[in-house]
């Protein structure tokens, strides 16, 4: 069992930075694969990043490529979500996500353990 708990959320004005953290309990965290999703009011939820268990492989969605930096730090048992560059497109509630397999999947369902999420809103 993996419990997460996000944080970092918030208000931000077009063009700032948001750092997302999401804390997971038990002794387990590395090895998971770990996710970051959202989904904006009346849209279905959509993958944003993954990384690998060790950290050495990191996948994004293109509407975040380049804005957007997924990172890990197994011995705080950590994920981070640095966002960058932000658009009001990116309001959205944003879930952490972790799945006891090898490969980043684009795929929710794929992941075993979701976080409660955390609100992030872009003003114009």
């Known amino acids: 069992q993996v419990q997460l708990v996000e944080s970092g959320g918030g208000l931000v004005q077009a063009g700032g930075s948001l750092r997302l953290s999401c804390a997971a309990s038990g002794r387990t965290f590395s090895t998971y694969v770990m996710g970051w999703f959202r989904q904006a009011p009346g849209k279905e939820r959509e993958f944003v990043a993954g990384?690998?268990?060790?950290?050495?492989?990191?996948d994004y969605a293109d509407s975040v490529k380049g804005r957007f930096t997924i990172s890990r730090d197994n011995t705080k048992n950590t994920v981070y979500l640095q966002m960058n560059g932000l658009k009001p497109e990116d309001t959205a509630v944003y879930y952490c996500a972790a799945d006891n397999s090898i490969l980043v999947s684009y795929t929710g369902s794929s992941y075993d353990y979701w976080g409660q999420g955390t609100q992030v809103t872009v003003s114009s």
């Open positions: 990384i690998s268990r060790g950290g050495g492989r990191t």
